[in-house]
């Protein structure tokens, strides 16, 4: 009788241990290394059933004239999903929810650190979010807490990053080499050990200055280090530094606009980022000069582009005004190149200030209509294409990206007429 129960439990926990490997992480902003947002493991949602998704569950993320989630956008690891609210409070629930419609008890949270407005980063056991101090205070810091909690309700850092005197808005930290990178609105790229320094205040193992403010994220891709600036240029600079405190770029790209917090994504050998009216490629290895141009580039004079480019199966799908455009990832054999075709979203339109995701033959996007936004990767035929499917979160402000992974789609909402943030997870009826 032992025997055959041990022979059931052995095959019981076998097949937990196959279910556990086949979950995927989402450990950081736009999902891989190369900030592509492709996520190439979903099998469960797809273009035959994202119709049928509902909201599945909804976890509160605090109340009053500062909780809103603006920009920051989930990250999913080791069974727990992680994201940031305007009043500088980093949160923590199961991925799974609390079994509840309405989930109000995380597993951990942190005091407020003034704003966050970036994207929480999981590695090695650690999560990092940059912040600005205080509500005084505008400088900047790199948080970087125990992924699992302490222990307690809420979490203090188990050491903080000085970047100086600007905070730390939609520049989201990356983890590369041994080194935790973040870039602030002081317009400077910043580095450190991401294992910390001894102590409860670190100091930068060394920095790079741009020519305005950065809430770009860096890129790291086969060591080097891209990241936008307000400046309109894409620096490149080496990944594990120069030796010195202060660092020059490799080269940079000219972009002619300012970026924002457009993201760097790396595929093929080019690299894309985004500014008001551009989309721009250029050659991840460079031109052989100090200053580069692109490759071919998208413009609209009359519209915004916003938000970061996807790069997924020889497509571009970059967010301009209350769409997505969509672009051969190689060009068109000329600098300026049009759109293949634009995601349309109907209904009411406002804008998409959300990165796309590619996941399983879908592109999936907010918008601030209060909506999340689902398409199909391949035309439609015509020179606009439908959403395949809205999910409705009552709240306008949708800027969060969203997480697709483990047949679930996360993404923050907030409602500054209601003082109140969520995080919605969909996914297919139960």
């Given at each position: 009788?032992?025997?055959?129960?041990?022979?059931?439990?052995?095959?019981?926990?076998?097949?937990?241990?196959?279910?556990?490997?086949?979950?995927?992480?989402?450990?950081?902003?736009?999902?891989?290394?190369?900030?592509?947002?492709?996520?190439?493991?979903?099998?469960t949602?797809?273009?035959?059933?994202?119709?049928?998704?509902?909201?599945?569950?909804?976890?509160?993320?605090?109340?009053?004239?500062?909780?809103?989630?603006?920009?920051?956008?989930?990250?999913?690891?080791?069974?727990?999903?992680?994201?940031?609210?305007?009043?500088?409070?980093?949160?923590?629930y199961?991925?799974?929810?609390?079994?509840?419609?309405?989930?109000?008890?995380?597993?951990?949270?942190?005091?407020?650190?003034?704003?966050?407005?970036?994207?929480?980063?999981?590695?090695?056991?650690v999560?990092?979010?940059?912040?600005?101090t205080?509500?005084?205070?505008?400088?900047?810091?790199?948080?970087?807490?125990?992924?699992?909690g302490?222990?307690?309700d809420?979490?203090?850092?188990?050491?903080?990053?000085?970047?100086?005197?600007?905070?730390?808005?939609?520049?989201s930290?990356?983890?590369?080499?041994?080194?935790?990178?973040?870039?602030?609105?002081?317009?400077?790229?910043?580095?450190?050990?991401?294992?910390?320094?001894?102590?409860?205040?670190c100091?930068?193992?060394w920095?790079?200055?741009?020519?305005?403010?950065?809430?770009?994220?860096?890129?790291?891709?086969n060591?080097?280090?891209?990241?936008?600036?307000?400046?309109?240029?894409?620096?490149?600079?080496?990944?594990?530094?120069?030796?010195?405190?202060?660092?020059?770029?490799?080269?940079?790209?000219?972009?002619?606009g300012?970026?924002?917090?457009?993201?760097?994504?790396?595929?093929?050998?080019?690299?894309?980022?985004?500014?008001q009216?551009r989309?721009?490629?250029?050659?991840?290895?460079?031109c052989?000069?100090?200053?580069?141009?692109?490759?071919?580039?998208?413009e609209d004079?009359?519209n915004?582009?916003?938000?970061?480019?996807?790069?997924?199966?020889?497509?571009?799908?970059?967010?301009?005004?209350?769409?997505v455009?969509?672009?051969?990832?190689?060009?068109?054999?000329q600098?300026?190149?049009?759109?293949?075709?634009?995601?349309?979203?109907s209904?009411?339109?406002?804008?998409?200030?959300?990165?796309?995701?590619?996941?399983?033959?879908?592109?999936?996007?907010?918008r601030?209509?209060?909506?999340?936004?689902a398409?199909?990767?391949?035309?439609?035929?015509?020179?606009?294409?439908?959403?395949?499917w809205?999910?409705?979160?009552?709240?306008?402000?949708?800027?969060?990206?969203?997480?697709v992974?483990?047949?679930?789609?996360?993404?923050?909402s907030?409602?500054?007429?209601q003082?109140?943030?969520?995080?919605?997870?969909?996914?297919?009826?139960?």
């Amino acid at each position: 009788m032992r025997k055959i129960i041990s022979i059931a439990l052995a095959a019981s926990l076998a097949t937990t241990t196959v279910a556990l490997a086949a979950s995927t992480d989402w450990p950081h902003f736009r999902f891989d290394d190369d900030h592509t947002g492709f996520q190439p493991t979903e099998t469960t949602l797809s273009t035959k059933n994202i119709r049928t998704a509902g909201l599945l569950w909804k976890a509160f993320l605090g109340s009053g004239d500062r909780s809103l989630v603006n920009y920051s956008s989930p990250a999913v690891a080791n069974g727990i999903v992680y994201i940031g609210t305007v009043d500088g409070r980093l949160w923590a629930y199961p991925a799974e929810g609390c079994g509840k419609d309405v989930c109000d008890t995380p597993l951990w949270s942190t005091p407020s650190f003034g704003q966050i407005m970036d994207s929480p980063t999981v590695a090695n056991g650690v999560v990092y979010v940059g912040s600005q101090t205080d509500d005084n205070n505008a400088s900047g810091k790199l948080n970087a807490f125990a992924a699992g909690g302490c222990g307690h309700d809420s979490c203090t850092p188990l050491w903080q990053g000085i970047t100086g005197t600007q905070s730390i808005l939609q520049s989201s930290p990356t983890v590369s080499g041994g080194f935790v990178f973040v870039a602030a609105f002081d317009g400077k790229l910043y580095a450190f050990n991401a294992d910390g320094c001894g102590k409860k205040a670190c100091k930068p193992v060394w920095t790079a200055q741009t020519g305005a403010s950065i809430e770009s994220t860096p890129t790291v891709s086969n060591g080097v280090l891209y990241i936008g600036s307000d400046d309109g240029k894409l620096y490149a600079f080496r990944a594990d530094g120069c030796g010195k405190k202060v660092c020059e770029p490799k080269w940079a790209g000219n972009l002619g606009g300012t970026v924002f917090e457009s993201t760097p994504a790396v595929a093929k050998g080019l690299v894309y980022i985004g500014t008001q009216h551009r989309m721009s490629a250029f050659k991840a290895k460079g031109c052989g000069a100090k200053t580069c141009q692109p490759v071919w580039e998208a413009e609209d004079d009359l519209n915004f582009f916003a938000g970061s480019p996807a790069v997924a199966r020889g497509r571009v799908y970059m967010p301009l005004e209350s769409g997505v455009a969509v672009y051969d990832a190689k060009g068109c054999g000329q600098l300026v190149c049009e759109k293949l075709w634009l995601l349309f979203g109907s209904g009411m339109q406002d804008g998409v200030e959300s990165s796309p995701t590619v996941a399983n033959g879908v592109v999936y996007a907010g918008r601030n209509s209060g909506e999340v936004l689902a398409w199909d990767t391949k035309s439609c035929g015509n020179a606009v294409c439908d959403e395949l499917w809205k999910g409705l979160t009552g709240d306008p402000i949708v800027s969060s990206s969203p997480t697709v992974v483990n047949g679930k789609i996360y993404v923050g909402s907030s409602d500054s007429a209601q003082s109140a943030a969520w995080l919605y997870v969909y996914g297919l009826p139960n």
